[in-house]
Nanobody, 122 residues
Framework: QVQLVESRGELVRAGGSLRLSCAASGRSFSGFNMGWIRQPPGKEREFVAAVVATGTYTSYATSVKGRFTISRDNAKNTVYLQMNSLKPEDTAVYYC???????????????WGQGTQVTVSS
């Protein structure tokens, strides 16, 4: 079992930056691929970014590429999402996800965090 706890989200102005973190406990964090998934208001969940267990490969949604950076610190059992140049359309509940065999997707993951609200004002 893995427990995932996201940091508190915030209200940010457009163009601003925010870093989310997700602390994992339970089974070995370094054995999981990690990801961030978000759900905008009134919409389906969508993939944001993911990183493999070793941290050597990352994947991003087209909508966030060049603005968001996912990273992980296996010594701290934590994955991060640095979000820059935020836009109102980035407003969503952001979920941390852990998956052992593949990268997490919007609908498939072994474990999920409880989600944290990020609101970007125009």
């Amino acid at each position: 079992q893995v427990q995932l706890v996201e940091s508190r989200g915030e209200l940010v102005r457009a163009g601003g930056s925010l870093r989310l973190s997700c602390a994992a406990s339970g089974r070995s964090f370094s054995g999981f691929n990690m990801g961030w998934i978000r759900q905008p208001p009134g919409k389906e969940r969508e993939f944001v970014a993911a990183v493999v267990a070793t941290g050597t490969y990352t994947s991003y949604a087209t909508s966030v590429k060049g603005r968001f950076t996912i990273s992980r610190d296996n010594a701290k059992n934590t994955v991060y999402l640095q979000m820059n140049s935020l836009k109102p359309e980035d407003t969503a509940v952001y979920y941390c996800a852990a998956r052992s065999s593949y990268l997490p997707t919007a609908s498939q993951s072994d474990y999920w965090g409880q989600g944290t609200q990020v609101t970007v004002s125009s």
